[in-house]
């Protein structure tokens, strides 16, 4: 995607650089800013605002940078400008943002919650004890066997344990592997949204 983009920009046309290079910011900021800790400053959040708004607001359009037709430019209209094809597609724009800010936090090393020697829900208390093999739970002996050691493979694999004791408890029938990508979507959703504090 961003590659047919570039190859449109670098024949000499300074309009179209200047809408590569818009588009390319903008794509940084929606990338770069999502996690909280990179925004330690009010003009970052206003950053990340505005990119989410240019890609995904369909009011929204830049006042001070006119298309072709003397007209504020828009999402569209600067895809339509750079590319010079009036069919944009936006939805695959929207889908390779997406996939592009997913793909950059997705592996990265984050601490996020601390993994506590007991888990209490719902009036169970659970010890948590360290171990070296697979992350395991001993439902009779109220025990979440897991690696406690910081890291961001450890603390997801807590929360899917954690997953575990809430459905097992709230008696709610699930597949393991069901269970396992609530356990991480929950943690991502956690992690990318800095709700933990320590």
């Known amino acids: 995607m961003l590659s047919d983009l570039e190859a449109v920009v670098f024949n000499g046309d300074d309009y179209k650089t200047l809408l590569y290079q818009i588009f390319r910011h903008a ?17 970052l959040q206003e950053a990340l605002d505005a990119a989410v708004d240019m890609f995904f607001d369909s009011d929204y359009a830049m006042l001070y940078i006119m298309d072709s037709s003397g007209e504020p430019l828009t999402l569209k209209t600067l895809i339509q400008e750079l590319i010079d094809d009036d069919t944009v597609d936006l939805t695959k724009i929207k889908e390779y943002v997406v996939s592009e800010a997913y793909t950059y936090w997705e592996n990265r090393e984050m601490n996020t919650l601390f ?7 719902q009036g169970h208390v659970y010890s948590v004890f ?3 093999d697979e992350p395991r739970i001993d439902f009779d002996d109220k025990i979440l066997y897991t690696q406690k050691e910081d890291s961001t493979e450890n603390q997801e694999k807590f929360m899917q344990l954690i997953a575990q004791v809430i459905f097992y408890h709230e008696d709610i029938p699930m597949a393991g592997q069901k269970l396992d990508r609530i356990g991480k979507g929950i943690f991502q959703a956690l992690r990318m949204n800095s709700c933990f504090v320590r």
């Open 27 to 43: 794509l940084d900021d929606y990338v770069k800013l999502q996690h909280p800790r990179s925004r330690s400053r009010a003009y």
């Open 130 to 132: 360290q171990t070296e």
């Open 115 to 121: 993994i506590p020697d007991s888990f209490v829900f």
